[in-house]
């Protein structure tokens, strides 16, 4: 037992020595000041060389420069510290691990330039504006969150593909796996597909847009999102409601927000015993009035008298409002009631309700009776 425990002190003295030794804290301490003294830099150029770059950008008037720097501002930052990183272990440790090194230091390039474009797709998607600018026409709100995602994933494929490439994987091998075992693939994700495709379907027809409020069989409610999967609709319970592309894309859609105007129809119920001239007075006050309202649909304004009810002479309003906006329809709506209350005021007409009127005959007196 002292043998194996004299061997094993043996064999770690000469460790412990290097460790203590000149030599090798000297290099440790050279080691962590060149860390150092890349961490401090980061500091200076984050407070100042950035910050003069952003205050130089924003005296232009395009925001490309700007938002490239607000892009790579953090991997930059990360990058120093990765290359003091690199530098103090290059000279800590042997020369054996240079290859090893110099293969992480370049993966992490790889992974920090990618994740700077991903950022930068983010800040366009932000800013709808710049987009239009860039491509100098509107675009369409429902394909920038879909086609970000879409170049979201060729990115981290991309980055993915260069690192394995680096660290010497075979990707011409793993692409022709992937084409050899493609038909299973589609077959196990076919309503993955069809969801994908009927996105694009969707993007292309572009039957609604972001935000708009829209109505299906299943669903009603705002379009918050739309992805490579499905569009997800806020009910007016405020719920978040998942629906599959492939559903969509097969489903009568009713668009309300696409509507130009909003329908106002009624009967407006009147008491029988009302005198024809008196209720033909009201139609035609009621018909000047709407035809003279700003908020009216000049198109289509239609006030008849439509029918005998079996309590009420019914007259038919039928008409459209000029803004879709629920909040203006309502006030429109409130205005147009208030002025028919006033208009059968004026002409003492009154309106009728659901009555039953009965009508009890008086018998016959009991001759009978009377002779006795």
Same mark, same amino acid.
């Given at each position: 037992?002292?043998?194996?425990?004299q061997?094993?002190?043996?064999?770690i003295?000469?460790?412990?020595? =290097?460790?203590?030794?000149?030599?090798h804290?000297y290099?440790?301490?050279?080691?962590?000041?060149?860390?150092?003294i $890349?961490?401090?830099?980061?500091?200076?150029?984050?407070?100042?060389?950035?910050?003069?770059?952003?205050?130089?950008?924003?005296?232009?008037?395009?925001?490309?420069?700007? =938002?490239?720097?607000?892009? $790579?501002?953090?991997p930059?930052?990360h990058l120093?510290?990765?290359?003091?990183?690199?530098?103090?272990?290059?000279?800590? !440790?042997p020369?054996?691990?240079d290859?090893?090194?110099?293969?992480?230091?370049?993966?992490?390039?790889?992974?920090?330039?990618?994740?700077?474009? =991903?950022e930068?797709?983010?800040i366009?998607?932000?800013?709808?504006?710049?987009?239009?600018?860039?491509?100098?026409?509107?675009?369409?709100?429902?394909?920038?969150?879909?086609f970000?995602?879409?170049?979201?994933?060729?990115?981290?494929?991309?980055?993915?593909v260069?690192i394995? &490439?680096?660290?010497?994987?075979?990707?011409n091998?793993? *692409?022709?796996?992937?084409?050899?075992?493609?038909?299973? +693939?589609?077959?196990?994700?076919?309503d993955? !597909?069809?969801? *994908? +495709?009927?996105?694009?379907?969707?993007?292309?027809?572009?039957?609604?847009?972001?935000?708009?409020?829209?109505?299906t069989?299943?669903?009603?409610?705002?379009?918050?999102?739309?992805?490579?999967r499905?569009?997800?609709?806020k009910?007016?319970?405020?719920?978040?409601v998942?629906?599959?592309?492939?559903?969509?894309?097969?489903a009568s859609?009713?668009?309300f927000?696409?509507r130009?105007?909003?329908?106002?129809?009624?009967? !407006?119920?009147i008491? =029988?015993?009302?005198? &024809?001239?008196?209720?033909?007075?009201?139609?035609?006050k009621?018909e000047?009035?709407?035809?003279q309202?700003?908020?009216?649909?000049?198109?289509?304004?239609?006030?008849?008298?439509?029918?005998?009810?079996? &309590?009420?002479?019914?007259?038919l309003?039928?008409?459209?409002?000029?803004?879709?906006?629920?909040d203006?329809?309502?006030?429109?709506?409130?205005?147009?009631?208030f002025?028919?209350?006033k208009?059968?005021?004026?002409?003492?007409?009154?309106?009728a309700?659901?009555s039953?009127?009965?009508?009890?005959?008086?018998?016959?007196?009991?001759?009978?009776?009377?002779?006795?």
């Amino acid at each position: 037992m002292y043998s194996s425990f004299q061997t094993i002190t043996d064999d770690i003295s000469p460790i412990v020595a =290097y460790f203590f030794s000149y030599s090798h804290l000297y290099k440790l301490l050279i080691s962590i000041s060149i860390f150092f003294i $890349f961490v401090f830099f980061k500091k200076i150029f984050a407070k100042y060389i950035v910050n003069f770059f952003i205050k130089l950008c924003n005296k232009t008037v395009a925001n490309t420069d700007t =938002y490239l720097l607000h892009a $790579f501002h953090k991997p930059l930052q990360h990058l120093i510290i990765l290359i003091g990183a690199y530098l103090a272990l290059k000279n800590y !440790l042997p020369a054996t691990y240079d290859i090893f090194l110099h293969d992480l230091l370049g993966s992490a390039v790889v992974i920090l330039i990618a994740s700077g474009f =991903y950022e930068l797709i983010d800040i366009y998607v932000n800013d709808e504006e710049e987009i239009d600018r860039l491509f100098n026409k509107q675009v369409d709100k429902i394909i920038i969150p879909f086609f970000s995602k879409m170049i979201k994933m060729i990115i981290i494929a991309l980055a993915f593909v260069v690192i394995a &490439s680096r660290w010497g994987y075979d990707i011409n091998g793993f *692409i022709a796996g992937l084409g050899l075992g493609g038909l299973a +693939f589609a077959l196990a994700a076919k309503d993955l !597909l069809a969801n *994908i +495709f009927s996105g694009i379907i969707i993007i292309t027809d572009k039957p609604f847009n972001i935000g708009d409020w829209i109505k299906t069989t299943d669903v009603e409610g705002t379009v918050k999102d739309i992805n490579f999967r499905s569009t997800k609709i806020k009910s007016f319970d405020n719920s978040i409601v998942t629906v599959p592309n492939s559903n969509l894309a097969n489903a009568s859609i009713t668009n309300f927000t696409k509507r130009t105007t909003r329908r106002i129809t009624f009967n !407006l119920p009147i008491k =029988y015993d009302t005198p &024809s001239d008196h209720l033909q007075k009201c139609i035609e006050k009621i018909e000047v009035f709407l035809v003279q309202h700003p908020g009216i649909d000049k198109e289509t304004i239609i006030v008849k008298f439509d029918s005998f009810d079996n &309590s009420a002479l019914n007259i038919l309003l039928y008409f459209f409002t000029t803004t879709v906006i629920w909040d203006e329809y309502l006030k429109i709506k409130q205005d147009i009631n208030f002025t028919i209350m006033k208009i059968l005021e004026d002409e003492e007409v009154e309106m009728a309700f659901p009555s039953t009127s009965v009508y009890v005959e008086t018998p016959f007196p009991n001759n009978n009776n009377n002779n006795n």
